[in-house]
């Protein structure tokens, strides 16, 4: 099976992710499923790129595993602009979408769409994801209508933070279950080319993904959604604190740099570092001759 989009290059593009939904449905093993993970600076997009991913997003987990805030509401539209660019700097296959902050979607509708703009005009984001579900319907009516592709996010909401309380699963009484459908579903009908369900229990997310005609991404909802995303910095071991339990985590970068150095301050101090080897010598000093010194 092949995932060549139209541009003929294996660009990943918004059609190609939406025609995932067919071919990942259903089947555990298909290799249809939509693989995304979040990236903020362009060395770990190239990376990401090159391995394969199919969409990069610019979390604005920006906030809270790069910028070190205590959460996603003070990231701004300029941060998030200035690591969008760097990013997309660095992928040129996986598709880039970019978190709006919180605060640059909430007020009128004609603000939010100047703010989705600049996303695209400025950053070179190719989409935009927007937390919220039947309340986002105009606007995520709005952004379609003027050519930006939204990815919706649904479930637990991180910049609802202050509203839900704090970070717990969604969906698990009857009333909610029903009312994170009616999301889904609005998010959908508005024009959502795919939704991010977060931290939903693995029932839900799955007859969600069986009910809405869009590619479900999940994270923390389970292995029965069409696709599935996770905070690079969570599953390379380089978060400070508990992962949450849905993260698998696939590498301990922060023990290699911690121990990286560790070595790298011995060396200085012992000076093992630099070596001859690792220094410049002047061409005289290869022949013995004096070096003159400028007095
Ligand atoms: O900000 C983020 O990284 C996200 C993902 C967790 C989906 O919204």
């Given at each position: ?12 593009t ?6 995932r939904?067919?071919q ?6 298909n ?10 600076d362009?060395?770990?997009a190239?990376l ?7 969409v ?10 790069v ?6 509401l003070?990231?701004?539209i ?9 990013v ?24 939010s ?5 600049r ?7 190719e ?8 309340r986002?319907?105009?606007l ?10 939204v ?8 910049q609802?933070l ?8 969604q ?22 080319f795919?939704?991010?369900?977060e ?12 009910e ?9 909802a ?10 690079l910095?969570?599953?390379?071991g ?20 911690s ?8 060396d200085?101090?012992?000076s ?20 003159p010194?400028?007095?």
């Amino acid at each position: 099976m092949s995932f060549v989009s139209h541009h003929g290059n294996g660009k990943i593009t918004v059609p190609d992710i939406q025609q995932r939904k067919s071919q990942a449905a259903g089947s555990p093993t298909n290799s249809g499923k939509i693989v995304c993970l979040t990236a903020y600076d362009y060395p770990t997009a190239r990376l990401l790129d090159d391995a394969g991913v199919d969409v990069i997003l610019v979390g604005d987990s920006l906030g809270m595993v790069v910028l070190g805030y205590d959460s996603t509401l003070p990231v701004t539209i300029e941060e998030m602009l200035h690591h969008t660019r760097a990013v997309r700097r660095g992928a040129h296959r996986a598709l880039v979408v970019s978190d709006m902050p919180y605060g640059s979607y909430h007020t009128d509708t004609a603000e939010s769409l100047r703010n989705a703009v600049r996303f695209i005009k400025e950053a070179g984001a190719e989409a935009v994801k927007v937390e919220g579900g039947e309340r986002r319907l105009e606007l995520i009516s709005r952004l379609t209508e003027a050519e930006i592709p939204v990815m919706g996010h649904v479930g637990l909401t991180p910049q609802s933070l202050n509203a839900l309380g704090g970070y717990h699963v969604q969906g698990k009484t009857p009333d909610a279950a029903e009312q994170l459908l009616r999301d889904a579903r609005s998010v959908e009908a508005a024009g959502a080319f795919a939704i991010v369900l977060e931290a939903v229990p693995r029932e839900l997310a799955a007859h969600i993904t069986r009910e809405v005609r869009v590619p479900i991404i999940g994270i923390g909802a389970g292995p029965d959604c069409d696709g599935q995303i996770l905070v690079l910095t969570d599953m390379l071991g380089l978060t400070f604190g508990q992962p949450p339990k849905f993260t698998r985590q696939y590498a301990n970068i922060g023990e290699t740099i911690s121990s990286a150095v560790r070595e790298y301050c011995d060396d200085v101090r012992t000076s093992a570092f630099p070596s001859d080897a690792e220094s410049y010598h002047a061409p005289q000093a290869k022949t013995r001759k004096t070096i003159p010194i400028a007095s």
